[in-house]
C-alpha cells in the first residue's frame, strides 16, 4: 500500500480533474436528456440496445462491481486518455468501422434502419 506522504497532487491538477468530472458529467446529463425526449431516434435506439447489453453483462456481475468499475474508470479515464490517445483513438476508430459495417448489414435487411443511416 502506498503511503498517505507519498502521493502528492498540486491544487491546480485536483481542480482541474474535477472540472473534467463536472464537464463529463454534464454532457452525460445533456445526452441522458435528449435520448429520454427522443430527440434523435438512431441514438435512443442505440442507447436501448446499449441498455440490453448491459443486463445480460449484469447477470454475471453484480450492480455493485459495476458501480465499483464505472467509479474507477470515471476517475482513471481522463489521464489515462491524456496519456495514450492516439492508441484509444485509433481502437475506437477501428470499433466504429465494424460497427458501421454490420449496420449496414443489418440496414439492408431492415429497410426502416436506412432512415436512422441517413441521420
Not at 482513471?76 to 483513438?89: A, G, Q, S, T
Request: proline share 3%; hydrophobic share 50%.
Amino acid at each position: 500500500m502506498i503511503p498517505v506522504e507519498d502521493f502528492n497532487i498540486s491544487r491546480e491538477m485536483f481542480a482541474a480533474h474535477i472540472e473534467t468530472i463536472f464537464v463529463v458529467w454534464e454532457d452525460i446529463r445533456v445526452e441522458i436528456r435528449d435520448t429520454l425526449y427522443c430527440k434523435n431516434v438512431g441514438k435512443t435506439l442505440k442507447v436501448a440496445g446499449i441498455s440490453v447489453v448491459l443486463s445480460i453483462f449484469s447477470q454475471f456481475i453484480s450492480g455493485a462491481g459495476l458501480l465499483w468499475t464505472g467509479l474507477v474508470v470515471l476517475f482513471v479515464y481522463p489521464r489515462l486518455y491524456h496519456e495514450k490517445h492516439v492508441e484509444i483513438d485509433a481502437g475506437v476508430e477501428k470499433v466504429q468501422v465494424l460497427v458501421g459495417v454490420q449496420f449496414d448489414k443489418l440496414a439492408t435487411a431492415v429497410p426502416m434502419l436506412n432512415k436512422l443511416k441517413s441521420e
